[in-house]
């Protein structure tokens, strides 16, 4: 079989009855894409341990998923998808890579103010400068709470932006890797403090 011969619908098509031929072909199709995005993605991973091939394996990965998990009837290319799962893969990994142990939420979270303070509330889950340790998040339930509901009301887009903000980048830094432009990264940070205000409101 020649990918050059089959789109990636027919390709798929044969994956989802295990024709091992189209797979390999599919995986061969995307390697270079996923070297490529590797290699842009590997100097925000610098200093964590992380080799260029641990990239290049989580691509693999992410290929997989999308593979495995695609939609075709929906209206989304392939390439497209596939491209959405490599990216996310690797991003999870440089910024898990970047965590610091028992990190909770960039160290920022306090959830103890007043309807006065609230400009400032917003602050905690982006702002760049550390909270003081009083301030910060101790019970583990309200946090595993606040981040599920946080993810859950994200964007893809927005979801890759707040975790990369959390972990260090700034937004120049975040356009880069996500290969979008700074206003586009500045206008989901926006959408994700109004959208982390709402929630803290609710919650408190």
Known sequence: ???????????LSYAAENNEDAIDILYKKYEPLIYKKAKHLFS?????GLELNDLVQEGLVG????????NGEKDTLFFT???TCIERKMISTITATKRQKH?????SISLEYTSDDEEKA???LLEDKKANPEEQLIHMETEKELISQVQKA???LESQVFELKLNDFNYREIADILDRDPKVIDNALQR?????????GKMD
């Open 63 to 70: 290929l997989n998923q999308a593979i495995q998990t695609f």
């Open 154 to 156: 994200l964007t893809d």
């Open 1 to 11: 079989m020649n990918y050059k011969e089959y789109d990636d619908n027919e390709l």
């Open 81 to 83: 998808y596939a491209v």
């Open 122 to 124: 917003l602050e905690f």
């Open 192 to 200: 994700i403090k109004l959208k982390i205000k709402d929630i803290v």
């Open 103 to 107: 990190r909770i939420l960039n160290e």
């Open 44 to 48: 925000y991973g610098k200093n964590t």
